[in-house]
Nanobody, 114 residues
């Protein structure tokens, strides 16, 4: 079992920044994939960014150049740095891990006001 705890969501004005954190209960480098998804009201959950070990990173086209995913093995934490936020980035953001099966965090709300 992998436990994921997200933090860092909140309300921010358009153009602002937020950093999301996801603390995992195991060694993140042992997981096949770590990443972030988001789900806006009335929409399907979509991939935002991910890291596949040891291949590399992947970003949704809508966030390329604005969001950066990173990880800290010493803290077993995955981060999502979000810059130049837009109202359309408003969603619940979920941390995700694939290791034998899928694991999800509880979600953290990000609201971007115009």
């Amino acid at each position: 079992q992998v436990q994921l705890v997200e933090s860092g969501g909140g309300l921010v004005q358009a153009g602002g920044s937020l950093r999301l954190s996801c603390a995992a209960s195991g060694s993140i480098f042992s997981f096949n994939v770590v990443g972030w998804y988001r789900q806006a009201p009335g929409k399907q959950r979509e991939l935002v960014a991910s890291i596949t070990h040891p291949v590399g990173t992947n970003y949704a086209d809508s966030v390329k150049g604005r969001f950066t995913i990173s990880e800290d093995g010493a803290k077993n934490t995955v981060y999502l740095q979000m810059n130049s936020l837009k109202p359309e980035d408003t969603a619940v953001y979920f941390c995700y891990v694939f290791w034998r099966t899928n694991y999800w965090g509880q979600g953290t709300q990000v609201t971007v006001s115009s």
